[in-house]
């Protein structure tokens, strides 16, 4: 029968002679998050360490948006945490947004219209 004892921080087996620190033991590894649809993250690998980031990017001129269609005027980092899950969900990059037109997200919540939708508007400018 194997025996295996815990002293200072390190797991011993008797019948492997090996040393194996616990931290090493209980580290657990991130699997690689969804794309964003029109978008990307770097670094792209097979898995993640616990502490590791990946920084999301929308493809030009899409803006990105989180799961509360608040747009994110800035780089977005998820890391991967030691229950192995990332930090933050996979935000969205949102439709064309061009100098011409304007482009807001809207939630109709009006009878039995209950889903989300957008809505595109001319882009007027004023000249003062």
Not at 3 to 31: E, G, Q, W, Y
Not at 72 to 83: D, F, N, V
């Amino acid at each position: 029968m194997e025996r295996a004892s815990c002293t200072h921080r390190f797991l011993t087996s008797t019948a492997m002679r090996h040393v194996i620190p616990i931290s090493d033991f209980n580290k657990r590894a991130c699997p690689p998050p969804d794309f964003p649809e029109r978008g990307r993250y770097e670094p792209v690998k097979a898995d993640y360490e616990v502490g590791q980031t990946i920084y999301y990017h929308c493809d030009p001129r899409l803006p990105m948006i989180d799961a509360n269609h608040v747009w994110l005027h800035e780089l977005q980092a998820a890391t991967c945490e030691a229950s192995g899950k990332w930090s933050r969900g996979t935000p969205f990059c949102a439709f064309d947004v061009t100098p011409s037109r304007l482009a807001i997200s809207i939630r109709l919540l009006d009878g039995d219209l209950t889903a989300h939708s957008l809505l595109q508007l001319p882009l007027v400018l004023a000249h003062t």
